[in-house]
Structures are given as C-alpha cells and as structure tokens.
C-alpha cells in the first residue's frame, strides 16, 4: 500500500509542478486566432495557422525511419498499421528499421543529400541537432501551437517537463520524446538490512559507508578470492558518468562551454577512485553484472532500465530471494540522474507532408499508445495520464515504480551539437582512474587531458 501511495503523489507532484505551455515555449511562439483577433466569441471557430488544408493529406504516404527492434519494432509495426487504418485524413505510414542508431544517423546524413529523405525519424536526442545543424530539421514549434492540429496546454503539462526540456534548443522544438531512460545504481536491500543498515544511502557518505561494510563481509568470510569484491561495481557508461557529476554540482559544461577540469569534478572522480583504493569498489570482466549483483558479489551496481528484466530473471535463475531496488547517484548533499533516449524529429520534406508527420507523433504520443510502450519496453511513461492504465504493471514491476518515483530529480543531456562525439570520452576518462598503476593525484590531470581531447575534437 506504500509503494502504490508514493507512485500515485508522484502523479499529482509532478502535475503541480508542470509549467504551462508559456513557460516552455518562446517568447516569438506563433499567436493563437484570439491573440490575432481579440476575445473570442462563443460562435468563434479554430483555425489553423498552417498553410495545409486537410483535404491535402488524403493520400499522403510517409515514411518513418528507426533503430527499435524485436519487441519495440514489433509494437511500433503494429501501431503504425492501426493509425493507417483510423486516421481520417488517409495518411499511409511506412515504418521503415535501419538495424541499429548508429546506421540509422548514417543512413540519414546520407539522405539529406538526396531526395529520398525520410519524412519522421525516430534518432536519439543528441543526433537530432546534427541534422538541425544541416536545416534538415522542421521547428516543431507551429505545429504544436496551431489551434487546429496542435496540442493544449493540459496536453503538454501531461508530460515531465524534463522531457520535453531536452529537444528545446534556442526556442526551437527539435523534436518530442519517444523514448526515455535512465541508469540507475542498484541497490540489495535485503543484503544490506542483514550488514545492519535500515535506511537507503542518500548521500555519498552514506553509499561509501554501506559499501565498504560489504567489502568488509567479504574480507571477514573464509574465501580469499572474493576479498576485493562487495561494494560497487564500476560503470563507466557516460550516463552514469555524467550522473556521478551532477550529484557533486559538477558536469561538463561551465557557461554552456566545455569544461572538465573544476573543482566539483575532481571531487567526483577523486571521491570514487578513493572508494576503489580503499576495496569498496570493484571493476568486473563480466560483460554485464546481473549474476555478480544477483550473487551478492556487491551490494551496489548500475543499471539502466531496459536491463531490470534481465536482472529479476537472474535473480530467479540463482534461487535469490533478496529484494533490490533502484537509487539515483548519491553526491554530498544532491543526488544525479540523468534521463536519455530517442525522439521523434520531422525533417523538412514539404508542408503537407510534415503536417501528416507531426499528426503521425502526436497519434504515437497519446496516452493509451503511452501505457502500450511502457509494458512493451519496460521503460519511462511520457504521459502521466499514462500511469492510470499501469497500476497492475507497477505492482508486478516495483524496480520500474521505483524509477517513476524518481522522475522528478532527473536532468537532461548537454544539447550542443558536439555531445554526440563528446560524450564517449567521459567514459573513456572515467575508466582511466581505475587502473591499478593510477594515482588518486592523477584525477586533474586526467580531467585536464579530457578537456584537450574535447577542445581538440570540436575545434
């Protein structure tokens, strides 16, 4: 009953919390028909400020470019065919998979110079501002202003601003979220409960405690090949990099320019390669920790979403009974995560045909479409309409209502065009500092190499 409690005072904080569509948009946002004519009437009729007429869009076929597949691919073909059979403006949509993102940005910076462009792709965030940056990007902004085709205020403070916040760049709509995730630490309650701890680790303080008393059961029992296991797993995925350094105040910009080397991150790297030195850390060879978490090899490690699934089964398969639940990164007196993932984006293929496009995201994006995601996906609800059709899959899933609970802490990715080549090298830092042969005074100078290799990238 607690655990349903807090997930449905999520809905209504997060609902307060919404700003409306004014404070989201630009100051230079198109004029809604009463700001043009004056106070409406009650005989005034909407009208769209785009320049389509609906009986253009009889016809129109479009093509929907991604990377989802298996059951998200399978989902998406299935939706894609009922919005051709109920739409009412006779908009075909071909959903068309381009194997992985990777392929996908290639295939698209390649169409750009062609005719053969898609009309609506499904890319991850930090892409979409490369294809901005060739104006191959269609503003979603009148669209979803238009008194006709767009969306209400009620309909957009149905969405976490967080993410709506990270396609908006410069008072321009890049996109709107299709997917959204996040890498949490995972946490054995069960275990830690027996090592003498009640309460979850809020803090670093309080994480570094719990993790070093499990390394100190290791240490205390007869086997000497588990000595340095117990704590935390190292993760070096970026997400989780870039978390660590929000919960110290820190990042990778300062003034919306690159900088790695401030005070806060060294506090972060130092703060972690010191837990590592002192054997409360550990770094697997395993190429997942799922067995090593489940085993109780360690009472903390890092997992994002889609990987929940993966990691009760495994559970199960080890005749593990323990419960374990999701945290954000604990810093010294804040907490970091950050939310990422794909969104749909209109390329500039002509006004009938984006029109038809942004119809075809606005369809994908109801409520009733949202709660199909989520069990398909087992990923974030974009609505939180949503969650009213999920009660049944919060109860089955606490891992995920846990996540939810969590929505309101979270932060987006930098959204400068260069992101997408400069995040791989937080990770490849991060990992740096956990070499054995590497000094807790060597963190400047790794985060001062870091800075050149991004000055060097993006000069």
Same mark, same amino acid.
């Given at each position: 009953?607690?655990?349903?409690?807090?997930?449905?005072?999520?809905?209504?904080?997060?609902?307060?919390?919404?700003?409306?569509?004014?404070?989201?948009?630009?100051?230079?946002?198109?004029?809604?028909?009463?700001?043009?004519?004056?106070?409406?009437?009650?005989?005034?009729?909407?009208?769209?400020?785009?320049?389509?007429?609906?009986?253009?869009?009889?016809?129109?076929?479009?093509?929907?470019?991604?990377?989802?597949?298996?059951?998200?691919?399978?989902?998406?073909?299935?939706?894609?065919?009922?919005?051709?059979?109920?739409?009412?403006?006779?908009?075909?949509?071909?959903?068309?998979?381009?194997?992985?993102?990777?392929?996908?940005?290639?295939?698209?910076?390649?169409?750009?110079?062609?005719?053969?462009?898609?009309?609506?792709?499904?890319?991850?965030?930090?892409?979409?501002?490369?294809?901005?940056?060739?104006?191959?990007?269609?503003?979603?902004?009148?669209?979803?202003?238009?008194?006709?085709?767009?969306?209400?205020?009620?309909?957009?403070?149905?969405?976490?601003?967080?993410?709506?916040?990270?396609?908006?760049?410069?008072?321009?709509?890049?996109?709107?979220?299709?997917?959204?995730?996040?890498?949490?630490?995972?946490?054995?309650?069960?275990?830690?409960?027996?090592?003498?701890?009640?309460?979850?680790?809020?803090?670093?303080?309080?994480?570094?405690?719990?993790?070093?008393?499990?390394?100190?059961?290791?240490?205390?029992?007869?086997?000497?090949?588990?000595?340095?296991?117990?704590?935390?797993?190292?993760?070096?995925?970026?997400?989780?990099?870039?978390?660590?350094?929000?919960?110290?105040?820190?990042?990778?910009?300062?003034?919306?320019?690159?900088?790695? +080397?401030?005070?806060?991150? %060294?506090?972060?790297?130092?703060? *972690?390669? &010191?837990?590592? /030195? !002192?054997?409360?850390? =550990?770094?697997?060879?395993?190429?997942?920790?799922?067995?090593?978490?489940?085993?109780?090899?360690?009472?903390?490690?890092?997992?994002?979403?889609?990987?929940?699934?993966?990691?009760?089964?495994?559970?199960?398969?080890?005749?593990?009974?323990?419960?374990?639940?999701?945290?954000?990164?604990?810093?010294?007196?804040?907490?970091?995560?950050?939310?990422?993932?794909?969104?749909?984006?209109?390329?500039?293929?002509?006004?009938?045909?984006?029109?038809?496009?942004?119809?075809?995201?606005?369809?994908?994006?109801?409520?009733?479409?949202?709660?199909?995601?989520?069990?398909?996906?087992? +990923?974030?609800?974009?609505? %939180?309409?949503?969650?009213?059709? *999920?009660? &049944?899959?919060? /109860? !089955?899933?606490?891992? =995920?209502?846990?996540?939810?609970?969590?929505?309101?802490?979270?932060?987006?990715?930098?959204?400068?065009?260069?992101?997408?080549?400069?995040?791989?090298?937080?990770?490849?830092?991060?990992?740096?500092?956990?070499?054995?042969?590497?000094?807790?005074?060597?963190?400047?100078?790794?985060?001062?190499?870091?800075?050149?290799?991004?000055?060097?990238?993006?000069?």
């Amino acid at each position: 009953m607690v655990k349903k409690l807090s997930f449905f005072m999520l809905v209504i904080f997060i609902s307060a919390c919404q700003p409306s569509f004014a404070s989201t948009s630009t100051a230079n946002a198109t004029p809604s028909p009463s700001e043009l004519a004056g106070p409406a009437t009650a005989t005034s009729i909407p009208v769209s400020l785009l320049d389509v007429d609906e009986a253009d869009l009889d016809g129109v076929e479009i093509e929907v470019w991604h990377a989802w597949f298996g059951a998200p691919a399978s989902l998406f073909d299935l939706q894609v065919a009922e919005f051709n059979e109920e739409n009412p403006w006779g908009i075909t949509v071909s959903a068309m998979p381009r194997g992985n993102y990777y392929l996908l940005f290639n295939d698209v910076t390649d169409a750009l110079e062609s005719t053969e462009r898609p009309d609506v792709v499904v890319a991850l965030s930090e892409q979409i501002p490369v294809w901005d940056e060739a104006s191959a990007i269609t503003d979603m902004t009148s669209y979803i202003n238009d008194p006709v085709w767009g969306m209400s205020k009620a309909d957009l403070s149905d969405f976490p601003s967080v993410f709506l916040e990270q396609e908006q760049v410069d008072g321009r709509w890049l996109g709107l979220p299709a997917q959204r995730t996040a890498r949490f630490l995972i946490y054995n309650q069960t275990w830690a409960e027996e090592l003498g701890f009640e309460t979850l680790p809020v803090t670093f303080d309080g994480f570094a405690e719990q993790a070093c008393a499990a390394n100190q059961a290791m240490r205390s029992d007869e086997t000497v090949d588990n000595d340095g296991k117990g704590g935390w797993i190292v993760d070096s995925d970026s997400h989780s990099v870039l978390s660590w350094m929000f919960a110290f105040d820190g990042g990778p910009l300062d003034e919306g320019n690159y900088r790695f +080397l401030v005070q806060e991150n %060294i506090d972060t790297f130092k703060a *972690l390669k &010191d837990l590592f /030195d !002192e054997g409360c850390a =550990w770094v697997s060879t395993e190429s997942t920790s799922y067995e090593q978490f489940s085993a109780r090899s360690a009472l903390f490690a890092t997992a994002s979403m889609e990987e929940f699934s993966d990691i009760s089964k495994t559970f199960i398969q080890q005749g593990n009974a323990d419960v374990w639940t999701v945290l954000p990164f604990p810093g010294l007196a804040n907490s970091g995560l950050v939310t990422y993932g794909s969104s749909y984006a209109l390329l500039e293929t002509g006004d009938v045909k984006q029109l038809a496009g942004w119809l075809f995201v606005r369809w994908m994006l109801a409520p009733e479409n949202q709660a199909r995601w989520v069990k398909s996906t087992a +990923l974030f609800p974009l609505r %939180i309409s949503s969650l009213t059709e *999920l009660s &049944d899959y919060q /109860d !089955e899933h606490p891992q =995920w209502s846990a996540s939810v609970d969590l929505i309101a802490q979270a932060q987006i990715q930098p959204q400068l065009v260069s992101w997408r080549q400069v995040r791989p090298i937080l990770g490849d830092g991060f990992s740096h500092i956990f070499r054995v042969d590497t000094q807790a005074g060597s963190v400047a100078a790794i985060l001062a190499e870091m800075g050149t290799a991004v000055s060097e990238m993006t000069r």
